[in-house]
T-cell receptor
Framework: DAGITQSPRHKVTETGTPVTLRCHQT?????MYWYRQDPGHGLRLIHY???????DKGEVSDGYSVSRSKTEDFLLTLESATSSQTSVYFC????????????FGEGSRLTVL | RKEVEQDPGPFNVPEGATVAFNCTYS??????FFWYRQDCRKEPKLLMS???SGNEDGRFTAQLNRASQYISLLIRDSKLSDSATYLC?????????????FGKGTHLIIQP
């Protein structure tokens, strides 16, 4: 399995506080992604990166920002968390989007009270 | 119409039976298709790609019907360990990184 680790794995925070989730990979994959997964919805893309300092918005990017200063790290930041951002967040990596093969981290469960 | 639709189930199937489920997609320009598997409270993992000619991997067979815009997954001789949620994934933007669209998943329960 690809070496993808997410931290923290679980977090409870209060509305209005900033939150940063970290994704670290050891596979040297070019592409990195942040998804959220909620009941009644499929995985939805928040942001993705196609290289160091190269990022773009996904389907549900409002309220989120990302940064990728190194190939191996992709950070997701909620500047001011809201209850609607309570979710399970998955980081994924890949080499070629056309193959459809993504390697996912174990997920980070975020609860915003 | 949603871009990728799946019957959420659950499909309750006795061990050893054959089960099949479909996934429909709305964008006729979609070019690539995949099935992922997700165990309860775990991350999704690629199960198999779906090729135009259909493809088989052990007990699993995937097929694509472009005319009717659906893909299917068939599992033969089902095992207890096949219990999971199966996610249909379609790349709707010709292979772009932001084009992978996930269905909500079909929940499969194999019963002893």
């Amino acid at each position: 399995d690809a070496g993808i680790t997410q931290s923290p794995r679980h977090k409870v925070t209060e509305t209005g506080t900033p939150v940063t989730l970290r994704c670290h990979q050891t596979e040297n994959h070019r592409y990195m992604y942040w998804y959220r997964q909620d009941p009644g919805h499929g995985l939805r893309l928040i942001h993705y990166s196609y290289g160091v300092k190269d990022t773009d918005k996904g389907e549900v990017s409002d309220g989120y920002s990302v940064s990728r200063s190194k190939t191996e790290d992709f950070l997701l930041t909620l500047e001011s968390a809201t209850s609607s951002q309570t979710s399970v967040y998955f980081c994924a990596t890949g080499t070629d989007p056309s193959t459809g093969e993504l390697f996912f981290g174990e997920g980070s469960r975020l609860t915003v009270l | 119409r949603k871009e990728v639709e799946q019957d959420p189930g659950p499909f309750n199937v006795p061990e050893g039976a054959t089960v099949a489920f479909n996934c429909t997609y709305s964008n006729s320009a979609s070019q690539s298709f995949f099935w992922y598997r997700q165990d309860c409270r775990k991350e999704p993992k690629l199960l198999m790609s779906v090729y135009s000619s259909g493809n088989e991997d052990g007990r699993f067979t995937a097929q694509l019907n472009r005319a009717s815009q659906y893909i299917s997954l068939l599992i033969r001789d089902s095992k207890l360990s096949d219990s999971a949620t199966y996610l249909c994934v379609v790349n709707i933007k010709g292979g772009g990184a932001d084009g992978l669209t996930f269905g909500k998943g079909t929940h499969l329960i194999i019963q002893p």
